[in-house]
Nanobody, 121 residues
Framework: QVQLVESGGGLVQAGGSLRLSCAAS??????MGWFRQAPGKEREFVAA????????YYADSVKGRFTCSRDNVKNTVYLQMNSLKPEDTAVYYC????????????????WGQGTQVTVSS
């Protein structure tokens, strides 16, 4: 059994920063993605990173502000979020088991429980 546990969400002022973590149990050599979902909206792709951290890709809406990284020794993937905007408010999920390069939520086979990020104006 592989478990994904997100942490680091919370309330932050616009323009501030927050770092999300996703700790994984079990095997570590897999690609990881981040999605977010706001009320009334579809689940939206945010970022992804390959198995060794050497490659990433991002949604246009967060490119230049968010950075995905990983530490395979700690079995943890991170999402550093800078210059946060109110429109970034959402539940953020980490996910795995997908073909690298995909931005489609249905391609991702395993998900964490989500962590709430709220950005105040």
């Amino acid at each position: 059994q592989v478990q994904l546990v997100e942490s680091g969400g919370g309330l932050v002022q616009a323009g501030g920063s927050l770092r999300l973590s996703c700790a994984a149990s079990g095997r570590t050599l897999y690609a990881m993605g981040w999605f977010r979902q706001a009320p009334g909206k579809e689940r939206e792709f945010v970022a992804a990173i390959n198995w060794n951290g050497g490659s990433t890709y991002y949604a246009d809406s967060v490119k230049g502000r968010f950075t995905c990284s990983r530490d395979n020794v700690k079995n943890t993937v991170y999402l550093q979020m800078n210059s946060l905007k109110p429109e970034d408010t959402a539940v953020y999920y980490c996910a795995k088991d997908f073909p690298y390069g995909s931005r489609w939520a249905a391609d991702f086979g395993s998900w964490g429980q989500g962590t709430q990020v709220t950005v105040s104006s």
